[in-house]
């Protein structure tokens, strides 16, 4: 979360960071810079945080940050080495780079669901299964994540676009959805 509030700082005007900020629930910034720099922080805060930036953004600008949130997260220090090593093994196989974003995403959001990495040809098919079902509360936290795919290709030395396919809640608390990574390269099988 840590990265998140530093990230608005680096990427948002100060009037729309002041919009943000004026938005976020009194304690939340003080909450987030006063944590360990390891310290786990539960998805509510990441809900609050996103539901805030896309309210204020809207969806084209939102779009755009969140994906630049992405791209400015692969370059701090703790995974700058594991993103060098996906960027040289991308040139071969983006698509089979993608089988680590599961290990990715449960270091940011612990306990909060798994994801399954299929191959298609020109695109990568991702679902997140288990998830907490707060997540469908509002369509921030989905088109947010959408729009970190679309980040993706970029990284790796690509292009290509994140796509939320569908999202559905399941039994108990829990939902699933499904996003595309689209790739404008032929197949990477």
Known sequence: MKGFVASMERLLSAERLATVRAGLRPDLEAEVRGAQPLTWLPLEVNLHLTDVCWSVLGAGEGRAFFRDMFVDATKLTAIR???????????????????????????????????????????????????????????????????????????????????????????????TATWRLHWDTESFE
């Not at 680590?100 to 909060?112: A, I, K, M, S």
């Open 81 to 175: 080495g594991l993103v060098s090593g996906l960027q040289r093994f991308a040139t071969l196989a983006p698509n089979r780079a993608m089988r680590w974003f599961p290990r990715g995403y449960e270091l940011v959001f612990r306990d909060n669901g798994r994801w399954t990495v299929t191959r298609e040809s020109k695109a990568t098919l991702l679902t997140l299964e288990d998830a907490s079902r707060d997540i469908l509360n509002g369509p921030s936290w989905l088109r947010s994540t959408e729009a970190c795919l679309d980040g993706v290709p970029l990284v790796l030395g690509r292009t290509g676009w994140g796509e939320l396919l569908h999202s559905t809640r399941t039994t108990g608390w829990t939902c």
